[in-house]
């Protein structure tokens, strides 16, 4: 079974080269950026839609209908453009993955500029609702 002519799997391996190692660790170092930032934007999401149970539990009154309802909306695209924004760092990690692995490495600024657009939207969300709510 271990005769001379059996060899290690781990030795039938390519090593990558330095490079390709660098890449590959960058992209997962851009991975975890991209899911840090998803889970701040469903964090401020769950805070934005609870926002009017912590303003009824202070102030011991009842919060307008359209505040709620919009603070309800806007938590809810929040942490719906969070897990979005994750499902998009994992395909884009796995693009750049197997670009690293086939020696192509193409640049997209597709996750970019979609959350970028993602955030311009949020932010014209949360000032209508600052503005509705004043």
Not at 44 to 62: C, D, M, N, P, Y
Not at 63 to 89: D, P, Q, W
Not at 104 to 117: N, T, Y
Request: glycine residues 10%; charged residues 15%; without cysteine.
């Amino acid at each position: 079974m271990g005769g001379k002519g059996a060899r290690d799997v781990s030795q039938q391996r390519t090593q990558p080269g330095p490079n390709a190692l660098r890449d590959h660790l960058a992209n997962e170092r851009t991975l975890l950026a991209w899911v840090r930032t998803s889970i701040a934007m469903m964090g401020l999401g769950f805070v934005v839609a609870k926002f009017s149970l912590l303003i009824h539990s202070i102030t011991h009154r009842h919060v307008h209908v359209v505040t709620e309802s919009l603070g309800n909306i806007v938590g809810i695209v929040l942490v719906l453009s969070g897990i979005l924004l994750t499902g998009l760092a994992l395909l884009n990690f796995e693009r750049v993955r197997r670009g690293v692995n086939a020696g192509e490495i193409r640049f997209s600024p597709f996750l970019a500029l979609a959350v970028g657009g993602a955030v311009a939207v949020i932010s014209l969300l949360l000032t209508a609702y600052l503005i509705v709510t004043a």
